[in-house]
């Protein structure tokens, strides 16, 4: 398998950014990165300025070592973390009109995720999505799947196959909140298919260095207490993740409180029956009382903040900053197909505008800051999947796991001078305006932006360079992607 | 120039999509439109499933025409229209931080805008930004220039020469609430100047078929009334259309009310001004009160909703269904560089976002519908830039702004049936898992997605395929741009 093939020592050469802390974002321009035969990062030089003798100088072994530098405007960015996506749900990516959640699982997604009970059907679908989350720089995913063994242990396999880093969880839904023509036939048969693909992924991959597998019940309305219970001890014996849905909407905690008339709250269900741990990835968590986060804090379970899916779905604007100030660990999600994009860039901006919404409400404090989204999509969603120690930022010692970004830079149009400010003071006089304007036709236009969407002029700080990716960027200028040091996407 | 070289018959073949009304947005699968040679709609079929024979039965003299056959799944649109944005800023374009309107301004704007100064620097972007609307499929923009004439009539030139219908706008501001180096020297000069423009935007273009002025007061905060009294004058002596901002931000409401403090209202100095006309375009609008939204509607001037940058800029959400519910007419605008992106698609996802975070506050009625903001971008603008009878939609007698829009087919992975989902029931132990896994790798993936980011897997109905688009598309999926039956952008 791709997976498993050999790669050579590699040097990265040129500018590099990436979080040291929530509040720090570190631009480095002139950078080196040693990465052995491994793919784990050996040494980290920052004075480098694209002179490979000066990281020989320093690193004399690493001589024979390939080297890939940085063409252009661009820099490396550690590899996205999507901390919540359903891979199935994809067909649907864009498809939610004006439903919400719980008409929207009715309407959409139920009868989609029921169709993956065909593997050719399955095949198709996640092929196609673990290509697009790749080309997005999506490094890590936190998956659900659907209820069908053969189509959860086919998506564990492609992720392996393809060298993504992957959560990869068998659906548990046993009560009539889920469709007759959808649903585990018991609690008993969801436990033992929830084994079957634990052992499944076990199998390929031993020891989890990409793809791992996670307990799965899809929230508290798909599942008994008794079921919920039995999970809780399924991850405990299997030493597995957890991933489930809380308090996403309003109507969706009326819900919980009706079914589970013994419990405090929506957090109290997962808690009684030890679903809480410091390995659960809990998506959404948009209305969590002061009490939910306490006990959520306490716990150490994580949060996969979805704005994208919350917007589209009306769901509410979760108040990131006050969970932040919480104590909580959080990670961006993607939440496809609740949410519109499988991209985590995308996400980031949406994170900034639903910080923006609850900053028109709250107050200023609640804005997100730019460094602060590329925290959470890359240090803050590798805590969330309990791998801080090897991804999410450029330190010795931990993965190569990144993204080379390029920008566009803008040409300077035939027959002129270029912008220089201060030698072509305009003057209507001087100059035939009609003529500079036909020097720049070229109409139609052929693809006159191959190198995507990012416009650059030149002038750009090296903050500014970031900025303009975070908010103009797209997939187009992620041109190579690596997981462990092995080269899983380009263009 | 490419705006005047001849074009030929044409017939379009293939679906279109448009707006009827508000409510309606009209999906015809299997359509002809008959475009003549000056560019104007004479036949529009709604049935004739790609067969040139039952066109040419209903309309024999079109046998020679050309014609233009959607490629694959896709569609003809209506060309977009762009009612509020700022073509000098866009080397700005994602760049705004924390900042809100006026420091926005005066960090990150005034000094972009001062370097037009220089014809190349203005060339270059201009040149730059009018390629970037085109390929977005923006058929029609309004834009602010700066106060520079050369500058200003440059980017008229461009538009008129690349084929791109125009409102172009030199901008006017007198007091200093802008600073020392970047400022109209005196109402006189800012009168003379703007006349300047107004001639010879009207000698390029004498019957305003692509370009025309527009008087551009910059907001009232930068001009006495004095000044805008002058333009009030100059717009109704030249029988110019007329743009500014108004009720953006509460602190520039607050300001507006320490500078005028003899109006009621921000509203009501411009009515005093005589600035207030059905030709009279306000950007903007989130915060205007019951009266003024009365009186903005009794004087017939519209309304350019700019969501993305009223979200970047922490503005507000303007509540677009009560501005509807009032009378109003209102059209999309991108506002770069307050807004990050150029694209309208983009502006009607934010849109989507923008109803979406009132409807949180205000209930599922603030709530637009994806046809909702695509009427705004089309119908809803040209009434807004004055060209309801000309473009919008797909009409006989109005002329051929469009673009083609094509979505990418995801393919069936090599080796497996396609997606029929009764045949092949899933079974673990029929089927080698890692097997087909390895059937879908072609790690690393390389340039998998050349037709763009929507996925269409075969199973949508026309309006899911819409729904796609808007909410996956973007300029990827705009694969040739007319304007007046021309070709200005291609693919």
Partial sequence: MAASAPISKTIYLGAFVHSVSLQELEICPCGAIGVDEEGVIRFVER????DTGRVYAKHE??????????????FFFPGFIDTHTHA??????????????????????FPLEASLSSLPTAHRIYSNFVSRTLSHGTTT????ATIHVPATNLLASLCLARGQRA???RVCMTTDMSPDYYRDASVASALRDSQASIDYIRAIDPHGAIVRPVVTPRFAPSCSTECLAALGA?????DSFIQTHISENTGEIALVRDLFPASDSYAAVYDAAHLLTPRTILAHAVHLSA????????????????????TALTSGCAPVRELLDAGLTIGLGTDVSGGFSPSILEECRQAIWASRFRAMCDGDAAKLTTGEVLYLATRGGAEVVGLEDKVGGFEVGMEWDAQMVRLGEVPVPVGLMGGDESEHEGDAADVDIAELANRGVDAPQTEPFRNGPVDVFGTESWDELVQKWVYSGDDRNTIAVWVRGRLVHQI
Same sequence: chains 1, 2.
């Fill in 47 to 50: 004075d480098v300025d694209g």
């Fill in 291 to 310: 009490a939910e986060r306490k006990l959520v804090a306490s716990r150490g379970a994580k949060i996969a903040h979805c704005p994208a899916s919350n």
């Fill in 141 to 144: 995913c936190a998956y659900y």
């Fill in 167 to 169: 959560l990869v969880g």
């Fill in 234 to 238: 399924l991850a405990h014996s299997t």
């Fill in 61 to 74: 072994q690493w001589k024979g070592a390939s080297v890939v530098r940085i063409q252009g405007k661009g």
């Fill in 88 to 109: 199935p749900q994809h067909p649907n990516t864009g498809l939610f009109g004006q439903t919400t959640l719980l008409s929207w699982l009715t309407t959409y997604t």
